[in-house]
């Protein structure tokens, strides 16, 4: 692979990048023709092996079934590609991330996964239902929204953007894609054991060292993306409890309150907490209530979170152990 001459082709587009005016001008004059030619089709040809016509379906409005397509390569891949510097603008880019997601789950052509890109920023899109054939064996995973979020997400001004790229290569990529990628997400999704090894997707580094920095990268983004924490109420959830289900703490010093989230998790609300008349008591036995109804609780639902009920009555406790925990667990009730 051409990797100095391709470095040069980039270089300009990364050193806009430190300056304000520069990127300005690029966007005003670089529309998504602009991109096509100077930046995507050189990084396609010369360095990632699409370097016969036809691997290539460019955006045709009187084909039927590409009419969508900004590039279709092999009449698999699709890429969509924005105005430079478009997806630093969170309303287009989520503009642009729906439509792509539409594109990709079009049953009218073969083609399930794509990127979106306005040269910055580069994001990886592969349909449920993709992988779900070929990460879990066509059994639905639930746990996966039909809204898939990006496989991952990487810059141009990385310092592994290169590398990283290198698992789309014409010779491998839906290898990489169908076998290796798929099933690490349905894996990490469905908290199996273990860690796909990716990587072999970089085989064509022929650096050990640079494809294991990439692998990294690639799994700390599927874990971020994809990993589903699963709280109490999970396995219960659609059977005897379902979401929003209020669950409630009481006894004759405290009433603690929420509900159950779709991970299975409880979410207290804080407004529906309160202590009894004997406040000065409940203080004394819930040494950290006062902080979490007036303080911690109020700054947002991410602090209001928590695994399970042991959890709820440990931090008003403050306590990191629980003793008696079926006589705690007695104390909660639930409003279906």
Same mark, same amino acid.
Not at 74 to 102: C, H, M, P, R, Y
Not at 280 to 308: H, M, R
């Given at each position: 692979?051409?990797?100095?001459?391709?470095?040069?082709?980039?270089?300009?587009?990364?050193?806009?990048?430190?300056?304000?005016?520069?990127? /300005? *001008?690029?966007?005003?004059?670089?529309?998504? &023709?602009?991109?096509?030619? @100077?930046?995507?089709?050189?990084?396609?040809? &010369?360095?990632? !092996?699409?370097? %016969?016509?036809?691997?290539?379906?460019?955006? =045709?409005?009187?084909?039927?079934?590409?009419?969508?397509? /900004?590039?279709?390569?092999?009449?698999?891949?699709?890429?969509?590609?924005?105005?430079?510097?478009?997806?630093?603008?969170?309303?287009?880019?989520? %503009?642009?991330?729906?439509? #792509?997601?539409?594109?990709?789950?079009?049953?009218?052509?073969?083609?399930?996964? !794509? #990127?979106?890109? /306005?040269?910055?920023?580069?994001? @990886?899109?592969?349909?449920?239902?993709?992988?779900?054939?070929?990460?879990?064996?066509?059994?639905?995973?639930?746990?996966?929204?039909? +809204?898939?979020?990006?496989?991952?997400?990487?810059?141009?001004? &990385?310092? +592994?953007?290169?590398? #990283?790229?290198?698992?789309?290569?014409? /010779?491998?990529?839906?290898?990489? #894609?169908?076998?290796? @990628?798929?099933?690490?997400?349905?894996?990490?999704?469905?908290?199996?054991?273990?860690?796909?090894?990716?990587?072999?997707?970089?085989?064509?580094?022929?650096?050990?060292?640079?494809?294991?920095?990439?692998?990294?990268?690639?799994?700390?983004?599927?874990?971020? +993306?994809?990993?589903? =924490?699963?709280?109490?109420?999970?396995?219960?959830?659609?059977?005897? *409890?379902?979401?929003?289900?209020?669950?409630?703490?009481?006894?004759?010093?405290?009433?603690?309150? !929420?509900?159950?989230?779709?991970?299975?998790?409880?979410?207290? +609300?804080?407004?529906?907490? *309160?202590?009894?008349?004997?406040?000065?008591?409940?203080?004394?036995?819930?040494?950290?209530?006062?902080?979490?109804?007036?303080?911690?609780?109020?700054?947002?639902?991410?602090?209001?979170?928590?695994? =399970?009920?042991?959890?709820?009555?440990?931090?008003?406790? !403050?306590?990191?152990?629980?003793?008696?925990?079926?006589?705690?667990?007695?104390?909660?009730?639930?409003?279906?």
């Amino acid at each position: 692979m051409l990797n100095n001459e391709i470095k040069e082709k980039i270089r300009p587009f990364i050193e806009a990048l430190k300056d304000k005016d520069a990127i /300005d *001008r690029i966007k005003s004059s670089l529309k998504e &023709d602009g991109l096509k030619s @100077l930046l995507v089709v050189p990084i396609l040809y &010369d360095y990632l !092996g699409y370097n %016969k016509l036809e691997n290539y379906i460019f955006e =045709d409005s009187e084909s039927s079934g590409h009419s969508f397509a /900004d590039i279709v390569l092999k009449n698999v891949f699709l890429i969509e590609l924005k105005k430079f510097g478009l997806l630093s603008d969170q309303t287009e880019k989520a %503009k642009s991330e729906k439509q #792509i997601k539409n594109y990709i789950q079009n049953k009218k052509d073969n083609i399930n996964y !794509g #990127i979106l890109t /306005d040269g910055i920023i580069w994001e @990886l899109f592969i349909d449920k239902k993709y992988i779900e054939k070929h990460g879990n064996d066509e059994k639905e995973i639930q746990e996966i929204d039909a +809204n898939v979020p990006p496989c991952f997400t990487f810059k141009i001004e &990385d310092e +592994n953007f290169l590398n #990283i790229l290198s698992m789309f290569h014409s /010779d491998c990529f839906e290898n990489n #894609i169908k076998q290796i @990628l798929c099933k690490a997400i349905a894996n990490k999704t469905l908290n199996v054991p273990g860690r796909v090894a990716l990587t072999s997707m970089f085989a064509k580094l022929e650096n050990t060292q640079l494809a294991s920095a990439c692998e990294q990268i690639l799994y700390d983004q599927i874990v971020s +993306n994809f990993k589903i =924490d699963k709280g109490e109420f999970y396995n219960e959830l659609n059977k005897t *409890r379902k979401v929003d289900d209020v669950v409630r703490y009481e006894d004759d010093l405290i009433l603690i309150e !929420g509900k159950i989230a779709k991970n299975g998790f409880i979410i207290i +609300n804080p407004s529906k907490c *309160r202590m009894k008349e004997n406040q000065q008591e409940a203080a004394k036995k819930y040494k950290n209530l006062v902080n979490l109804l007036f303080q911690i609780w109020p700054s947002g639902e991410e602090v209001c979170t928590y695994p =399970d009920r042991k959890s709820v009555i440990k931090a008003i406790l !403050g306590q990191q152990r629980l003793v008696g925990e079926e006589a705690w667990l007695a104390k909660w009730k639930y409003n279906n």
